[in-house]
């Protein structure tokens, strides 16, 4: 092998290494950017969860009202029911 041969045989090689490091440094970018990606989904997951777990105990604090009012209507109804069912009966007149 001529010493010209020999040089440009180490030039293709210095090329090829040098475009397989162009195509890593590439792909790196290219896995960092999805990574960036991927955090911002995480980030935006995050907070959707952390809001609807703020809505998800408001509704349940408001269901508890809901539950407590709904005990208060069917008590007072009762009471309601009770008055006038006490009126329509018939009274005794004292008489045999």
């Known amino acids: 092998m001529t ?3 020999a040089i440009e045989a180490a030039s293709k090689r210095l090329s090829a290494a040098l475009d ?3 195509a890593a440094v590439d792909r790196v970018a290219e896995i960092e950017r999805s990574e960036k990606g991927l ?3 995480i980030h935006a997951l995050d907070a959707d969860r952390s ?3 703020a809505e998800l105990d408001g509704m349940a604090a408001q269901s508890r009202e809901l539950q407590h009012a709904n005990r208060e ?3 007072r109804l009762d009471g309601a029911i009770a008055t006038i ?3 329509l009966e018939p ?3 004292g008489e045999p």
């Open 85 to 87: 069912t006490a009126v």
């Open 3 to 5: 010493e010209t041969s």
């Open 20 to 22: 397989a490091l162009d």
């Open 51 to 53: 809001r609807l777990a």
């Open 39 to 41: 955090n911002a989904q």
């Open 73 to 75: 209507v069917a008590r």
């Open 91 to 93: 009274q005794p007149t």
